[in-house]
């Protein structure tokens, strides 16, 4: 079983739409991470969070610590939102777990 | 911010060839550094992480090593490399704030 789980794992969208991805991890955290990866692989931070809710344009990030729980959200989205979103947990001082991530395509 | 230096962008290795990646920081000192593998429809493994030079930390038995000569300079190797070795080998460093921040990557074929 992997520590940290996402879904869905394929999510397409027409542009506009509201868009959720989850992740559900297993292990004790101080910190989640939501990551995005563009088809040429590189790898961008979206947020780092401990707790509540972080918003950054279109995007929103929400963390459950309780129930160990976490989603990012995208308002009104659009094609060039399309990549792979990735959910890593910081469980200790070097440790990092990630997840298989959620390939997301909007269709104009 | 920082910015990761990742070279080169692709390999095609033949099975037992040897292998250097390398991994340079800007914009930092002292970072700690981690090399992942991504391998296909799987997620980001952590390989190696080091909080400073010539202290190295392996999270997994591998057929890789790896060292950091410098203070900002990362090097994944291998002397011989296997098929599985073949992946997405991505270099980070960590932020004040923890977070990371991601190279370009390498995308590495071992035929």
């Known amino acids: 079983k992997n520590e940290v789980e996402q879904s869905p794992q394929n999510l397409t969208a027409q542009e506009g739409e509201f868009i959720t991805i989850n992740c559900s991890y297993s292990?004790?955290?101080?910190?989640l991470h939501w990551l995005q990866q563009h088809p040429g692989g590189g790898i961008v931070s979206l947020f780092m969070?401990?707790?509540g809710k972080k918003k950054h344009g279109r995007l929103i990030a929400t963390i459950n610590i309780q129930e160990k729980h976490s989603s990012l959200h995208i308002t009104a989205s659009h094609p060039r939102d399309s990549a792979v979103y990735i959910c890593?947990?910081?469980?200790?001082?070097?440790?990092?777990?990630f997840g298989t991530g959620t390939s997301l395509t909007v269709i104009p | 911010s920082q910015t990761i230096h990742q070279w080169p962008a692709t390999l095609v290795q033949p099975v037992g060839s040897p292998l250097s990646l390398e991994c340079t920081v800007e914009?930092?000192?002292?970072?700690?550094l981690y090399w992942y593998r991504q391998a296909a429809g799987r997620g980001l493994q952590l390989l190696f992480y080091s909080v400073g030079i010539g202290q190295i930390s392996s999270e997994v038995p591998q057929n890789l090593s790896a060292s950091r000569p410098q203070d900002r300079q990362f090097i994944l190797s291998s002397k011989k490399l296997l098929l599985s070795d073949s992946g997405f080998y991505l270099c980070?460093?960590?932020?004040?704030?923890?977070?990371?921040?991601f190279g370009p990557g390498t995308r590495l074929t071992v035929l």
């Open positions: 292990v004790g955290i101080s910190a």
């Open positions: 914009g930092t000192s002292n970072p700690n």
């Open positions: 890593a947990v910081k469980a200790g001082s070097n440790q990092f777990y």
């Open positions: 980070a460093s960590q932020g004040i704030y923890n977070e990371q921040f």
């Open positions: 969070l401990s707790s």
